[in-house]
């Protein structure tokens, strides 16, 4: 037999790949890994390790050039399910983008951002909120995030009164003023603080109302698209839905 690699961590994708078979992506606390799942993966012990963002044990077999193929796979801990069409758009928006942005993250933050994610659901945290959170914690991730700590200008961190995409993060009233920023309002400022510096792990009681969320997930969408280029296709099924 040839060598094979254990590894342990969460399913992010699985596209079909040939006839029977897939391409799977994970992300272990090591690094993002693919690996090839012939058509049995489905099969016994193997089945509910192949759901997306479950906790799982990995056997690979190391093929020539270092190729990895699944040999088994078992189930740790699948995620938090629930039947809930905004749950189910979290879940697709957390896989797509973390896939996506592999190339270009620290796994280790990556893996942190998503257990905090996980941690959140289990909890009963509202998924578009944590979409929210999630987006703005991905601009952080690839090194994008929006200045929301101080002053783009002055750096005060008192007497904030403007926050745009746009210019890249907070204003004082006197820079907002002098650049002809349109202050911000307080309930949206709150909203920004609360999507981009809040652990997602303390979020779970406290819901962005709804219509909220989805206007923070546009501009968060367009954000990532613009600074990163990253578009995240899922999130067409919370809005448009
Ligand atoms: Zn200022």
Known sequence: MGATRKTEGYLLRLSPFREKDAMALMLSREGFISFLARGTYGNGKSK?????????????????????????????????????LNFLALVSVVSETLSKVSPSVDPERAYKLLEAVLSCLRDGGDPLTLTCM??????????????????????AKEGITAFSYLEGGYFCKEDAERMNIVPSGLKYLREIEFIH?????????????????????????????????????????????
């Open 48 to 84: 509910a390790a192949m759901l997306p963002l479950g906790l799982s044990r990995y056997e690979l077999n190391v093929g020539k050039g270092g190729k990895y193929s699944l040999k088994e796979a078992e189930s740790i801990k699948t995620a938090p399910y629930r039947e809930d």
């Open 134 to 155: 999630f987006l703005a914690r991905t601009a952080k991730l690839l090194g994008v995030a929006p200045e929301t700590h101080a002053c783009m200008v002055c750096g």
């Open 197 to 241: 510096n809040r652990d997602p792990r303390k979020a779970a009681g406290e819901p962005l109302p709804a219509a909220d969320a989805l206007e923070h997930m546009k501009e968060l969408r367009d954000y990532l698209k613009d600074r990163a280029g990253v578009t995240v296709r899922s999130l067409g099924l919370l809005l448009n839905g």
